[in-house]
């Protein structure tokens, strides 16, 4: 199975092509903005180091959140319109999971949604569903966890006193593990994975 995966939820613009669960390419670049005009090229470019056609993809895997709304938009409005060009299912992954994949459990991935709250999920015996949560929540889930947690994502750093937890800082999800996650997952539709109200407000009539 060829899968190429995709990621713009938070502070990257990345792609990946893994084949039978061998990496072809991959690359992650750091940008806070402009995910838009840089992903149909990365995506073009990584699909050419690779040396696969657009045809002979068999899936296509994109991070659905939770992050920033317009880089979550720009990907799942990429890969949904490559899905639809191409006649192939498009695997959602949230980005929680992905930021978590591979990291020995106990362990919780966060991320640091401002406004005094932080996206987080806890993978330990079982998974957790991601919440938006006030760091106090957090910090009480996290402890439940026990000894030996391991944190990771952007916002880990905001629990490092806690005891015995080790911190492995990412800032944005590998576009492998988003691959691996696509290719064993089957095709359910695909939905944003929105944990609070956008910060924008239309205007007051």
Known sequence: MIVLALDTCLTACSAAVVADGAVRAARSEPMARGHQERLAVLVREILAEAGVAPAALDRVGVTIGPGSFTGLRVGLAFAKGLGAALGRPVIGVGVLEALAFEIKRPAAAVIDARRDQVYLQTFAWTISTPVAASPDAARAAIAALGEGVTLVGPGAGLFNDL????????????????????????PAPLKPLYLRAPDARLPSP
Not at 163 to 186: G, K, Y
Request: no cysteine.
């Open 163 to 186: 005891p015995a937890a080790h911190i492995a800082p990412r800032d944005a999800a590998d576009p492998v593990a988003v691959a691996r996650i696509a290719a064993s997952r089957p």
